[in-house]
């Protein structure tokens, strides 16, 4: 089965989708499930997960019901408030839900560096490793030593790194993200998506033999067994149609053993979110 383990939905509005600016016009409109319907039936892509674009409770109940309503939906990443001291009710109303997989918290935008140290969210944390949920990480490479911290603090949680933490891709990869990228990855515990790296390549003007790296890297660091395919559409037509992040991507693994690219391409995300 092959799944692509990142990607969004969204009704379009400017006072919701602020971050979508003059230079997004591509993705300044309504992304539903007929949408990427049209854009997988060519690739052959047998399922999805939708991950949270805002952080809302709604939202999360919205894609909770989408996922309900179409069968390429296989699992959703959503949003809680994790420093909330209900967070318990609010993710036991929400497992009644099985297409709930996982939470993330949109950290990358978060001001303060100590954030990931909060006792209020690492007990919000604790609330999903209880009920067997993946917590999805989105970080800025600078932030990767204190996911690491983070992540040694739950030993029993399932962590996915989005975006192979959003490297700014110019050239070969820097040392210290490459660093500790392979220090993240010796926790077992830690998968990683190739996704969203598109838009990291400054001005979006991207060649495979730019991005090959940065695949080497963390292919070298997770294996097949904790890595996965993703496309963060639509956020990556802004940079490349879904056919050609894919071709990339397919032309990466193409060497690699048919069990390998089952791996990349499906059984990596379906083991780490319980597809």
Same mark, same amino acid.
């Given at each position: ?9 969204? %009704?379009? +509005? ?7 600016? /003059? ?19 060519? @690739? %052959?892509? /047998?399922?999805? *997960? ?13 894609? #909770?019901?989408?996922?309900?309503? !179409? ?12 420093? /909330? %001291? ?6 036991? $109303? ?6 709930? %997989?996982?939470?993330? @918290?949109?950290?990358? =935008?978060?001001? /303060? &560096? ?7 969210? !690492?007990?919000?944390?604790?609330? *999903? ?14 932030? #990767? ?5 983070? *992540?040694?603090?739950?030993? !029993? ?17 820097? &040392? ?6 392979? $220090?993240?990855?010796?926790?077992? !515990? ?39 395919? =993703?496309?963060?559409? &639509? ?5 490349? $149609? ?19 690219? +089952?791996? #990349? ?11």
């Amino acid at each position: 089965m092959k799944i692509d383990a990142h990607h969004h939905f969204w %009704k379009y +509005s400017t006072a919701e989708y602020g971050w979508i600016d /003059d230079s997004m016009q591509a993705i300044r409109r309504d992304f539903l499930p007929a949408d990427l319907a049209a854009t997988l039936k060519p @690739h %052959k892509v /047998d399922g999805v *997960v939708s991950v949270q674009a805002r952080q809302t409770l709604g939202e999360t109940r919205w894609l #909770l019901s989408l996922a309900q309503e !179409n069968a390429l939906i296989k699992g959703v990443v959503g949003w809680v408030p994790l420093v /909330d %001291k209900a967070v318990g009710g609010l993710l036991d $109303e929400l497992v009644a839900n099985s297409k709930l %997989k996982g939470i993330r @918290h949109v950290v990358q =935008g978060e001001p /303060d &560096p100590k954030f990931l140290e909060g006792v209020a969210f !690492n007990a919000g944390l604790r609330e *999903v490793t209880a009920r067997g949920l993946a917590y999805d990480i989105l970080i800025f490479a600078r932030q #990767l030593p204190a996911a690491i911290a983070f *992540v040694d603090r739950h030993p !029993n949680q399932i962590f996915v790194l989005d975006h192979i933490a959003k490297p700014v891709v110019q050239g070969l990869p820097d &040392p210290t993200w490459a660093r500790a990228i392979r $220090e993240l990855a010796r926790r077992e !515990n830690v998968y990683c998506k190739l996704s969203g790296v598109v838009t990291e390549v400054p001005g979006w003007q991207w060649t495979p033999e730019l991005l090959r790296p940065y695949f080497d890297v963390v292919m070298e660091a997770f294996g097949p067994a904790r890595l996965m395919f =993703g496309s963060d559409w &639509p956020v990556c037509l802004v940079a490349s $149609e879904y056919g050609r992040w894919l071709g990339f991507f397919e032309q990466c693994v193409a060497p690699l053993p048919t069990g390998d690219r +089952s791996l #990349l391409f499906g059984g990596t995300a379906i083991e780490a979110y319980k597809l």
